[in-house]
């Protein structure tokens, strides 16, 4: 398929980018889609892989020019609960990462970045219930911290270079297809791999600790929408508030019992919990709705179905 874009992925072995990458090899051609990571997650794919420290910015540069780059998706990151772990390491590689794409962007003419915030970017101050779009906002962790900041850069480059950068406040994502990575929301992934070969599962969050979640099938879709949109249609420059389901690690596994009745649930918290807590539990994204035209597709019934059939051949 022909194309004119160059499209480069940073963090391409991760659960959005390595299903992301397939879509985009899909729509531009596998020529015109550079995936890179510090390692090959799919040795022997039929696709263009470097290995790259998104680190280092000398290496960065040249992919850009030796490549012709014209869209960058910014996907390389440290998450919530790995974060706390090593706190400066994970500000180092989120925000150091960022600035890096964002100067060689302006400094090359790339036509528009991806970078994708979070959930984790509000606060235990801000709403919980229908998230807004414009709400005070004060993270308590590393990563969301990362990501408020984030936000900020990205509307100061569009607003001081005109660098066309667009980004998605992403809820927890929920995939068959990649293991969890260190999120606080991996429990909704975790439970179906248990519950299939286990017919158990432990919580570290509480019963009735609601949050914001997605299929990954509807998460690569808004991506890839967002960023096809036109440019006067992108009206929110810090990041697009973005849902589609809202439910309890007690509903996900009622809704899984219904499938298998054997399974059973248990509840031992860990630091996670003070993560999620500080989270919201149901975020309004109209703003997504309106200026874009953002629908979701995936309800928990259709989110449990295609995890549980998906992966009944993995497990």
Known sequence: MASNER?????????LGSELSAQLQQKHGVDNVICTDIRNGQPGAQRKFMELDVLN?????????????????????VLSAKGETNPMFAWKLNMDSLLQVLQLSVKHKVNRVFWPSSIAAFGPTTPKVDTPQHPYMDPNTVYGV???????????????YGLDVRSLRYPGIISWKTPPGGG?????????????????YESFLHAQTSLPMMFIDDAIRATIELMEAPAEQVKERTSYNLAA????????????????????????????QAIADSWPGSIDDSAARRDWGWKHRFDLDALVDEMLNNLRNRV
């Not at 991996?186 to 791999?193: L, P, S």
């Not at 996900?252 to 219904?258: F, G, N, S, V």
Request: aromatic residues 12%; glycine residues 6%; proline residues 2%.
């Open 57 to 77: 910015a000398d290496a960065v540069e040249q992919v850009i020019i030796n490549e012709n780059i014209t869209t960058i998706y910014l996907l390389a990151a």
């Open 146 to 160: 990362s990501k408020l900041s984030g936000e900020l850069w990205c509307q100061y480059f569009f607003s001081r």
């Open 245 to 272: 389901m809202s439910f309890t690690p007690a509903e996900l596994a009622e809704a899984i019992k219904k499938r298998l009745p054997n399974f059973t649930i248990g509840y031992k918290t860990d630091f996670r």
């Open 7 to 15: 499209i480069l992925i940073l963090g391409s072995e991760g659960q």
């Open 184 to 200: 606080t929301t991996d429990y909704a992934v975790e439970i179906f791999h248990e519950a299939l070969k286990n017919g158990s």
